[in-house]
């Protein structure tokens, strides 16, 4: 299995369950893995054949400044679906985190992985 990785992209969005969070945008940080084979891009050079990491930050990112979810989970749940059914991924890895949610730590977050390897 080939995998196509995106590290480190910075969002802000309306995020959280407290009251001033749902007034403020936040910052959030999402890592993906996304499977997907490469031969034929590989083969032929040919951007048309790969998956277009520029365009899968675009819609992750406008799809994230656009939510307004209060838990990372229903946001890391929306992501993988969105990117399976969008970007024709069959399996991936979603990393959301939450840089200084918590005093003392540099951040929070969750991790799922969906689909078949």
Not at 15 to 20: A, C, L, N, R, T
């Given at each position: 299995m080939d995998i196509v990785y995106i590290r480190d992209l910075e969002v802000?969005?309306?995020?959280?369950?407290?009251?001033?969070?749902?007034?403020?945008?936040?910052?959030?940080t999402v890592d993906l893995d996304l499977a997907h084979d490469i031969r034929q891009g590989a083969a032929t050079d040919d951007v048309a054949h790969v998956l277009d990491y520029k365009q899968v930050c675009l819609r992750v990112s406008d799809y994230i400044e656009r939510s307004r979810c209060k838990l990372l989970e229903t946001l890391a749940e929306e992501l993988a679906a969105l990117l399976m059914r969008e970007f024709g991924v069959p399996w991936l890895r979603v990393k959301i985190g939450k840089p200084a949610a918590l005093t003392g730590a540099k951040a929070v977050g969750v991790i799922i992985e969906r689909g078949q390897r």
């Open positions: 802000k969005t309306v995020i959280g369950v407290y009251d001033w969070e749902r007034e403020i945008r936040q910052p959030v």
